[in-house]
């Protein structure tokens, strides 16, 4: 059955094929399994010693490994974890991703005030915030700059960019497109929903306190005015929004996206079939995951009512389409978080997002912590799994499968429960930072609300 999978995946034909393999060198071996699914691989190992020797090695698991995950992810993982069982151990614990390891980061001399539905982005080595909402109601309209250290365990030390700002608002969407950061949208301290389009070309540059200057991006269209959508890269210079407050208060459920290679650059409506697309909400995430696609998750809907849905918008096609996805039959219904809004999600190595805390239809914070993989969804409507192979068979009998959804456990000194805050992550993947956020305060110091605006800087280390 494995020399069939080979004749198919190379156009061998031959009858011969077992003994032709047989007599090649275990660098061409090597070479070969390296075009194959981890699957294959597995299956290759088991029809006899020569090819299990080669199927195990560590050379063949460490370029598994960087094909997969991605060599930076790979160099990040600790180096503990290599030393013991190899590669392909390594390879089953980036594939399982079970816990995650909480810091917290010092923020030295003077940074961002406290604050709630700010941007927060991660652009060519450096971290940006902007804006977002403060005590009061009141809207802030600072964008705050720092630069990445080689070892952000020792602080970060940010600057405020005195050149220029879009007006203050909040619950905008904020996009890294290349090494533009693009901004649309947002509410204002009036309530006013906005539509302008902003962008900053010399944030990620590293004379960002001399380049980094916002400026008014004059579009040929624009979507209605809004705040509390959700904003992602589309792939090919492109902005995709989806959602939120519109002015006169109601939930909107249209798809947007802006093209900065046309001239001038503007937005389009996506033109899709009604009933194929996810319902109108606010306060959803959108994360690109590659190529042209890109997911929602959650949000508040019309009446109100918190959800927690995923849905896939594939554009790699002319005709844009929205899929809904859910876990395989596999996966126990409860092993899944519960509805909310108000959360991150960030986008980590091997193509997947991680969850981390929102708020409950009752306004509860939380602090949990999953891992969204939207290859190993079933598209809904559809008997096909994204991923045609769920299970992963390996040495020993024991089957690894890729989990749509997998709770993480979290060590350290983890954040507090908390909502609207601000996340990314650090090039590797294998890292996310969180800043800010509404977050409940201490009985003696609550104000009537029972809410504050948190300015703590926290980083999760993917781990083992």
């Not at 088991?46 to 370029?63: G, M, P, Y």
């Not at 809207?139 to 250290?149: C, G, K, Q, V």
């Not at 990620?204 to 980094?212: D, I, K, L, W």
Request: hydrophobic content about 40%.
């Amino acid at each position: 059955m494995v020399f069939k999978l080979l004749q198919a995946e190379f156009g061998r034909n031959s009858p011969s094929a077992d003994s032709n393999l047989s007599s090649l060198g275990s660098d061409q071996v090597l070479a070969i399994l390296l075009c194959l699914p981890v699957q294959s691989v597995i299956a290759f190992g088991l029809t006899c010693k020569r090819f299990q020797d080669i199927a195990e090695s560590d050379n063949l698991w460490v370029s598994i490994c960087n094909r997969e995950w991605g060599s930076r992810a790979v160099l990040a993982w600790p180096v503990l974890s290599k030393d013991k069982g190899g590669w392909k151990r390594v390879y089953r614990q980036m594939l399982m991703l079970k816990a995650g390891f909480w810091h917290k980061v010092s923020q030295l001399d003077v940074g961002p005030a406290p604050r709630a539905s700010h941007s927060m982005n991660a652009i060519g080595g450096n971290i940006t915030i902007y804006g977002g909402g403060c005590t009061g109601g009141r809207h802030l309209d600072d964008t705050w700059i720092a630069s990445l250290p080689s070892e952000i365990d020792k602080g970060l030390l940010w600057q405020r960019s005195s050149i220029g700002s879009p007006t203050g608002r909040f619950s905008q969407s904020c996009t890294v497109v290349e090494d533009t950061l693009v901004l649309f949208g947002g509410i204002n301290d009036k309530g006013t929903r906005q539509c302008d389009t902003w962008v900053n070309r010399g944030l990620g540059m590293s004379n960002f306190h001399e380049t980094a200057t916002w400026e008014l991006l004059d579009v040929a269209t624009c979507p209605p005015s809004r705040g509390a959508h959700a904003g992602c890269y589309g792939g090919d210079s492109k902005v995709v929004i989806f959602g939120g407050i519109g002015s006169e208060g109601t939930r909107l459920g249209d798809t947007w996206v802006l093209d900065l290679a046309e001239v001038p650059p503007s937005w389009n409506e996506v033109s899709i079939p009604v009933g194929v697309t996810p319902s109108a909400r606010s306060g959803h995430s959108m994360t690109w995951i590659g190529g042209k696609r890109m997911v929602l998750f959650g949000g508040r809907g019309m009446r109100f009512e918190v959800l927690s849905d995923v849905w896939l918008l594939d554009m790699e096609d002319d005709a844009p389409m929205w899929v809904e996805l859910r876990a395989c039959k596999f996966q126990p219904i409860h092993d899944c978080p519960t509805p909310r809004a108000g959360h991150s999600a960030t986008l980590i190595f091997g193509g997947r997002i991680l969850i981390f805390g929102g708020e409950d239809a009752r306004r509860s914070r939380k602090a949990d912590a999953w891992v969204l993989d939207p290859m190993a969804g079933t598209q809904v409507g559809r008997d096909s799994s994204c991923k045609e192979n769920y299970s992963r068979l390996l040495s020993g009998g024991e089957k690894l499968a890729p989990r749509f959804w997998r709770k993480l456990r979290q060590w350290g000194t983890p954040p507090s429960k908390r909502s609207f805050h601000g996340a990314c992550a650090l090039e590797s993947g294998h890292s996310i930072l969180i800043f800010g956020g509404l977050v409940d305060e201490e009985p003696l110091r609550a104000s009537v609300t029972g809410l504050g605006f948190d300015s703590e800087l926290h980083m999760l280390q993917l781990v083992p």
